[in-house]
């Protein structure tokens, strides 16, 4: 089966601890992406990678960080520096045409 | 002023009727442009390219005009199915693609 996996679906941790979220996908894409999303609220770019071993930051990079040694994945490390992290976590691969397909997202709440 | 713009909505309107979302982007040289489909609590999923001349898929109907820079989404005939926040997608640059907030949409029987 093609796709994107994201693990764990919800992810619950105390505050000043770092946090790593898993994406795994099998469609052969170059191009991954990690967004937040909060509650009412549209999609926000965290980084985005367009080949292995190379990223970029988005729109609200600070307080994360990534890495891509593989094709196959990209996993995203919240820090204890996030101010605010506790948000609906969304990965996504993207084809040569720009369409973008997502994972299932990973829940995370930091108490 | 934002990238992409959407009316947020909500839109709610009666099953079967013809409901339309405009979604405005700044970035004259944006090629690629999409609508997405978000559930609640889900993750947003491809609806639907939207072609320069037009496309249309079943009951969706997608429009690009380029002069005024912003996109359409028209559905026919709508079915309850269809309540879901609707994002307008618009390349910003090399591999960089811009989501608007979204457009929430309820039908009611």
């Known amino acids: 089966d093609g796709g994107i996996t994201q693990s764990p679906k919800y992810l619950f941790r105390k505050e000043g601890q770092n946090v790593t979220l898993s994406c795994e996908q099998n469609?052969?894409?170059?191009?991954m992406y990690w967004y937040r999303q909060d509650p009412g609220q549209g999609l926000r770019l965290i980084y985005y990678?367009?080949?292995?071993?190379?990223?970029q930051k988005g729109d609200i990079a600070e307080g994360y960080s990534v890495s891509r040694e593989k094709k196959e994945s990209f996993p995203l490390t919240v820090t204890s520096a996030q101010k605010n992290p506790t948000a609906f976590y969304l990965c996504?691969?993207?084809?040569?045409?720009?369409?973008?397909?997502f994972g299932p997202g990973t829940r995370l709440t930091v108490t | 002023r934002k990238e992409v713009e959407q009316d947020p909505g909500p839109f709610n309107v009666p099953e079967g009727a013809t409901v339309a979302f405009n979604c405005t982007y700044s970035n004259s040289a944006s090629q690629s442009f999409f609508w997405y489909r978000q559930d609640c609590r889900k993750e947003p999923k491809l609806l639907m390219s939207v072609y320069s001349s037009g496309n249309e898929d079943g009951r969706f109907t997608a429009q690009l005009n380029r002069a005024s820079q912003y996109i359409s989404l028209l559905i026919r005939d709508s079915k309850l199915s269809d309540s879901a926040t609707y994002l307008c997608?618009?390349?910003?640059?090399?591999?960089?693609?811009?989501f608007g907030s979204g457009t929430r949409l309820s039908i009611r029987p």
């Open positions: 990678s367009q080949i292995v071993n190379d990223f």
């Open positions: 997608v618009v390349d910003s640059s090399a591999s960089k693609i811009i």
């Open positions: 469609l052969n894409h170059d191009a």
């Open positions: 996504a691969t993207s084809n040569s045409a720009y369409e973008q397909y």
